[in-house]
């Protein structure tokens, strides 16, 4: 694992675009898995600047999201669809047919998230993962637990993810209770990935992930066998390694 300490959030926003822009760059056909969050938001308005200055071309890019909250609509204002385009989409040239963002769908749900996971591989695979992080370890809504799946699911939230993500929504009874989430499996396929963290909140979680020992009740720890992980921490979230 690739460890970079950032002095600070703009740091550590700077750095990110800058290692998606020089993968844009080296191929122009690039397949990104892209994160949401509050932790990505500078990094996609330091991409977005680089476009505006001609320094980075989204054109030819496939971009496939991690997750989506369930029966969220995608004008929900706190749907990740939403977010995606207006922190990114809207302001760069990624054509909407390579846009893909996993959706909830109660009538055939399995073979929907199946069918996410093969246009994954029909694009060829993500050539480059963007991840955050959450304060319990989780990656993407891969939530701590017993066992963990490989592919493309539904999944219940924790209490813990539901509290945390209680501040973007009026009232925690607004908050979705489930997610599609890409799986670990999914996840571990991408060539190269890139883990954001920011804050003192994730500290114990980072410090997890990195100790060596693996277990699916931090599920960000398995992370510890891709062959080409960056962490990317402000110094904040590092201050416990």
């Known amino acids: 694992m ?3 300490i950032a002095e600070n959030y703009q740091d550590l ?25 509050s932790t990505p938001e500078g990094m996609y308005a330091q991409l977005v600047k680089m476009f505006q200055e001609k320094k980075v071309d989204f054109n030819s890019v496939v971009t496939f999201n ?14 990740y669809h939403y977010y995606m385009h207006q922190h990114f989409f809207e302001h760069v040239n990624v054509r909407d047919e390579n846009i893909h963002i ?7 749900i399995a073979d929907s998230y199946l069918e996410y996971d093969r246009m994954i591989s029909e694009a060829g695979g993500i050539d480059l993962q963007v ?26 939230l924790s209490e813990d993810t539901i509290e945390a993500n209680s501040r973007f929504f009026d009232s925690p009874g607004e908050v979705p209770r489930q997610a599609v989430t890409m799986g670990m499996g999914s996840i571990m396929d991408a060539l190269k990935i890139i883990l954001l963290a920011s804050g003192k909140n994730k500290a114990r979680a980072v410090q997890g ?13 398995l992370l510890q066998l891709h062959r080409d992980i960056t962490l990317l921490a402000d110094k904040e979230a590092a201050s416990l390694l």
Do not use: W
């Not at 991690?66 to 749907?79: F, N």
């Not at 992930?209 to 720890?221: D, E, H, Q, R, V």
């Open 2 to 4: 690739n460890i970079i």
């Open 209 to 221: 992930m990195c100790t060596g020992k693996i277990t699916t009740n931090l599920p960000a720890s």
């Open 13 to 37: 926003s700077e750095k990110a675009a800058g290692i998606v822009a020089e993968e844009v760059k080296r191929n122009q056909q690039a397949v990104l898995g892209l994160a949401t969050g």
């Open 66 to 79: 991690l997750d989506e909250y369930a029966c969220l609509s995608p004008e929900h204002a706190q749907s």
């Open 131 to 156: 991840l955050g992080i959450g304060g319990n370890g989780h990656i993407g809504f891969n939530e701590p637990n017993n066992y963990l799946h490989t592919h493309t699911h539904l999944i219940d």
């Open 102 to 108: 996993p959706c909830y769908n109660d009538k055939n």
